[in-house]
């Protein structure tokens, strides 16, 4: 039983010292990363940037930092390198903090934070626009031999309400490294833009970076205040209607086919919505697609207007807008032609009855002069 006794304490005294080693020394001290910077690097972007603490002991662990975004929307996450890109609107200002780290699977570490601010941009309230908008829209390239499509775009904006007459307005636009400023504006009875168009743009129809646009302004009378927008893709993209609809029938078949839409996305990236009117009845069916074809029963005496719209599948992007739909496309039988050949049935029914009525008439009156003739011949 001593024997026994020994053994497990000895096994005892090497798991806690195994256990010991797996964990981090909880006496070590950590120190704030040092020389922590926010520098705007684009429109809508900046690098957060940092040093770790020339002071901070040295042992073999592996220590990591955690950011936090304080302004203008709060986010939070950790990173092992020493800078960080953020894509975020700078018009309401920035400001975040980070810290040194250092955790496992039963307790966190953890230095001061550091904090660094980017101030609001100067400008007197009520000159920046206000709800601005912007859609985007796909068409065939048929002058560039990279891209085979061409992504437009159109914004749209309202004057500050304390902007003077004098304002005048300036957007800009940024995706991925690109950035561009408008050449084509829009204008207000005063004169002040209010809307911009780029027929090309170096956007990517099936791109997944942020879409930035910034306005700004200048006037005479006043310092106009920017504003910058961050947009995503698949929530401004216009697609375009489905192409080529075609429909027959044959009988009380329906059978509705078309193509994909002008776009980058392929074939299999389309949910479709099919809608047929029936113009006598007014009954409206909707029915929705994965495929490019459609077949319904219908009541072969009435007539129909047909029309498919279309939007990016969720398999290929985020759900997005639904296309403007297709132009309407009439099949069946004219809601009036059913009246019309009742017309000609009662018509001829009635020219039928007449014919009868006077062949009767006709055999009456001629009955007793056949008779008479019948017995002056015996």
Known sequence: ???VAHVLLILLGATEILQA?????????????????IKVTGLAQVLLHWKPNPDQ????VNLEYQVKINAPKEDDYETRITESKCVTILHKGFSASVRTILQNDHSLLASSWVSAELHAPPGSPGTSIVNLTCTTNTTEDN????RSYQVSLHCTWLVGTDAPEDTRYFLYYRYGSWTEECQEYSKDTLGRNIACWFPRTFIL??????????VNGSSKHSAIKPFDQLFALHAIDQINPPLNVTAEIEGTRLSIQWEKPVSAFPIHCFDYEVKIHNTRNGYLQIEKLMTNAFISIIDDLSKYDVQVRAAVSS???EAGLWSEWSQPIYVGNDEHKPLREWFLIVIMATICFILLILSLICKIKLGPVRRK???SVI
Do not use: A, H
């Not at 002058?143 to 990279?146: D, M, N, P």
């Not at 129809?205 to 910034?214: A, E, F, H, I």
């Open 315 to 317: 398999m290929c992007r």
């Open 57 to 60: 002991e040295q042992r073999n």
């Open 205 to 214: 129809s099936k791109g997944r970076d942020w879409l930035v646009v910034l």
């Open 143 to 146: 002058y560039s031999r990279l």
């Open 373 to 375: 003739l019948k017995s």
């Open 1 to 3: 039983m001593i024997i």
């Open 21 to 37: 080693d797996l964990l981090p020394d909880e006496k070590i001290s950590l120190l704030p990363p040092v020389n922590f910077t």
